[in-house]
């Protein structure tokens, strides 16, 4: 499994879907420790069995887009992590919108 290959991809499908440059698109990972993870009362270091315990993905995207592109931007993402990482679709996307006037970019706050 390659990280940042994987972090890489899904950026560019991210941006493809919300219509943004690439530029705009970040992307994080951050690993939990074994067993710090449980899924219906089980703990789990690995995804035994492959449907449990999936990556958890957030998107924090600016206000104003329609359920269309909302929709196209979380199968964007998850497509993308699941292909690039092998998971066979067992990831899970959550999409929040941010407003303007709530973000401080650049050195100023977003309006």
């Not at 992307?27 to 703990?43: F, K, L, N, R, S």
């Not at 679709?89 to 919108?97: I, L, M, Q, R, S």
Request: charged share 25%.
């Amino acid at each position: 499994m390659n990280v940042p290959e994987a972090l890489r991809r899904t950026c560019i499908a991210i941006a493809e879907a919300y219509h943004c440059p690439v530029e705009y698109v970040s992307a994080t990972w951050q690993e939990i420790e074994p067993d710090h993870y449980v899924v219906g009362g089980h703990g789990g270091a690995l995804q035994q069995p492959a449907k449990t315990h999936p990556p958890v993905a957030t998107l924090l995207c600016l206000e104003g887009k329609d359920d269309a592109a909302i929709e196209a931007t979380l199968e964007a993402a998850g497509r993308s992590l699941s292909e690039e990482l092998g998971l066979k679709d067992n990831v899970f996307v959550t999409y929040h919108e941010v407003g303007k006037g709530r973000v401080f970019d650049e050195g100023a706050v977003y309006k």
